[in-house]
């Protein structure tokens, strides 16, 4: 008896085990799950026969352009047509409206590709060139455009930032392209990129990082050549990688603290000792005025109305000089006009007197003058 209970529940296990239930239609085993030779990772490339109807509806895409771009854009226009004419994509440029435009047609067989097209047009209006442009129809290749504009509010640190994604001769920028094997140009305020997935997510990461004065781009790249490294290792392909990566620490968290230390660090006799002087000269000022005895608010709101008094002084000040400039200027009086013709008639009178005594002595000298015989001065023949 003891047997053949033995058998009734083992038959009762293994129908449990036969009967597994799932959630839904699709979660069942199929016979491909165990297949060895499937890679699950490849991008099949799109085959036309999967869709021979084409599209129902028409999609469009459109983006704008900057002005610089238009030149261009018409001169290389004709071979974005062509590539995207493969792809059964119809495309327009507008100089008009300085737009461009993809959308699809009854050609149309693959419904990503209007996608793949407006990254084409994005990245066009982003300066990149062409050639480099079409490649974003490949189904391995992404792109990603970052914008870094609003991560830095002041201009000129904005600029030092992307400087440094740069680097000297656009050294830093070639080797993240090498390390991360994408494409990276750097246009105004945006970073575009095109890559595997893989590859964007990184650059998004070091390009962010670095805007935000988190992370400079070389310490960037030396971590991304150590990962490169032990990847090729295949007995860490389970293990963490923390201990070799290199850790980099922010210099201004340590003079934050020092900072910090030293205004809590306070000695009797401290190194120039005209501070504390000037300390024990401040404390008596404050006994005599009696803004020592005072709590935070009565000190707050003193040095708010000292700061309001100055603020109405300098706005005075600035008025004045302002109505200053409006004023008419002084117009000259009658008494004025007398003096300056009473130095004229004057200057007048000195000049002819000196005109008189000059030709008085002039006609002396000619009276003076001894009558010369021109008889004297002929040769005797």
Request: hydrophobic letters at 35%.
């Given at each position: ?9 083992q038959q009762e296990n293994q129908n449990l085990d036969k009967k597994v239930r799932y959630r839904g239609n699709h979660d069942k085993p199929k016979p491909w799950d165990d297949d060895p030779n499937i890679d699950r ?66 050609k149309t067989r693959d419904p990503y590709i209007v996608v793949k097209a407006r990254d084409l047009i994005k990245l066009l209006s982003r300066s990149v060139p062409a050639p480099q442009a079409i490649k974003i129809l ?244």
């Amino acid at each position: 008896m003891a047997e053949v209970a033995e058998e009734k529940l083992q038959q009762e296990n293994q129908n449990l085990d036969k009967k597994v239930r799932y959630r839904g239609n699709h979660d069942k085993p199929k016979p491909w799950d165990d297949d060895p030779n499937i890679d699950r990772w490849t991008i099949e490339k799109f085959d036309p026969a999967w869709n021979p109807t084409g599209m129902l509806e028409v999609s469009t895409f459109s983006t704008l352009f900057p002005k610089y771009r238009e030149k261009y854009l018409q001169d290389s226009w004709p071979r974005i047509e062509s590539a995207l004419k493969q792809y059964g994509v119809a495309c327009k440029l507008n100089l008009v409206e300085g737009s461009m435009t993809v959308s699809t047609t009854r050609k149309t067989r693959d419904p990503y590709i209007v996608v793949k097209a407006r990254d084409l047009i994005k990245l066009l209006s982003r300066s990149v060139p062409a050639p480099q442009a079409i490649k974003i129809l490949e189904d391995e290749v992404q792109c990603d455009i970052i914008k870094i504009g609003n991560l830095v509010r002041n201009k000129a640190r904005f600029v030092k930032r992307r400087q440094r994604l740069l680097g000297p001769n656009s050294s830093t920028l070639k080797a993240m392209e090498i390390l991360l094997d994408c494409y990276i140009l750097i246009q105004g305020s945006t970073v575009a990129a095109m890559g595997s997935f893989k590859g964007l997510k990184q650059v998004r990461r070091v390009v962010e990082e670095c805007l935000r004065n988190e992370i400079h781009p070389v310490y960037q790249i030396k971590n991304l050549m150590m990962r490169k490294e032990l990847a090729k290792d295949p007995a860490l392909a389970t293990e963490s990688w923390a201990r070799f990566l290199p850790t980099f620490r922010k210099r201004l968290a340590r003079q934050e603290n020092l900072l910090l230390v030293s205004a809590f660090d306070y000695s009797f006799f401290p190194a120039n000792p005209l501070t504390l002087l000037y300390d024990f000269f401040q404390v008596d000022k404050q006994l005599e005025s009696g803004e020592y005895f005072m709590n935070d608010q009565k000190k707050a709101d003193k040095k708010w109305q000292e700061k309001q008094e100055k603020q109405s002084e300098k706005s005075a000040e600035k008025k004045r000089k302002r109505d200053a400039s409006f004023l008419p200027p002084e117009e000259p009086t009658q008494n004025n006009n007398l003096n300056k013709s009473e130095e004229s008639k004057k200057d007048i009178t000195e000049l002819t007197q000196s005109l008189k005594s000059k030709t008085n002595e002039l006609k002396k000298q000619k009276k003076t003058q001894e009558k010369v015989n021109a008889e004297e001065y002929i040769a005797v023949a």
